[in-house]
């Protein structure tokens, strides 16, 4: 398998601008990471899936922000509009099961709003 | 409110010496832990779990401790390597989705 694939790699964007980043899961995986790095906060949970199902989006700063799985495998992590501070790295990740199972992350995207 | 702390100065060490790196927590009462490496540009990689009925974990260079009563992890690498340079992130877990810390990074010099 080729891991967690993630796209685009690298996106900027002008403030007041749509964002959509996507997600390839590794396939049998059950749940789904969506994930934000920045110096400031560090990693945090934006939300995650199980079983395509969205579990749990407290971590979703605003309604700006809204993730969809409509399959097994893809995913994706929609902002509108973007602003300045949506600037990070986005990161997916991928388990087999809850309950401690290793994640597996993908390279990431990194989002820069102008 | 839950915390998790990893030293946000960076571990500069010795090639061969022994790095250890900590990570505390309060206001949790975590089931398990891990310890993942991430090197720029790229995600999170795991490394190793303890669960908390277990006081240490060992892979090859790699040791893992967990004293719930401290309320702390260490993580040793033995004989540290340049290669060893990264960033080291704790997660903390209860029933199934771990919280992360922001890492400390480590810098092997030769």
């Known amino acids: 398998d080729a891991g967690v694939i993630q796209s685009p790699r690298h996106e900027v964007t002008e403030m007041g601008q749509e964002v959509t980043l996507r997600c390839k899961p590794i396939?049998?995986?059950?749940?789904l990471f969506w994930y934000r790095q920045t110096m400031m906060r560090g990693l945090e949970l934006l939300i995650y899936?199980?079983?395509?199902?969205?579990?749990?989006d407290s971590g979703m700063p605003e309604d700006r922000f809204s993730a969809k799985m409509p399959n097994a495998s893809f995913s994706t992590l929609k902002i509108q509009p973007s602003e300045p501070r949506d600037s990070a790295v986005y990161f997916c990740?991928?388990?087999?099961?809850?309950?401690?199972?290793?994640?597996?992350f993908g390279q990431g995207t990194r989002l820069t709003v102008v | 409110s839950q915390k998790i702390e990893q030293n946000s100065e960076a571990l500069n060490i010795q090639e061969g010496k022994t790095a250890t790196l900590t990570c505390n927590y309060t206001?949790?009462?975590?089931?398990?832990l891990q310890w993942y490496r991430q090197d720029p540009g790229r995600g999170p990689v795991f490394l190793l779990l303890?669960?908390?009925?277990?006081k240490e974990k060992r892979k090859e260079r790699l040791k893992v401790t967990f004293d719930t009563t401290l309320k702390q992890s260490l993580f040793h690498i033995t004989a540290s390597q340049p290669a060893d340079s990264a960033t080291y992130l704790c997660?903390?877990?209860?029933?199934?989705?771990?919280?992360f810390g922001r890492g400390t990074s480590l810098i092997v010099h030769p």
């Open positions: 990740a991928s388990s087999l099961a809850g309950g401690g199972t290793e994640a597996f």
């Open positions: 396939s049998g995986h059950d749940y």
């Open positions: 899936f199980n079983n395509n199902v969205p579990i749990d």
């Open positions: 206001n949790y009462s975590p089931a398990y």
């Open positions: 303890i669960r908390e009925n277990e």
């Open positions: 997660a903390l877990g209860g029933s199934y989705i771990p919280t």
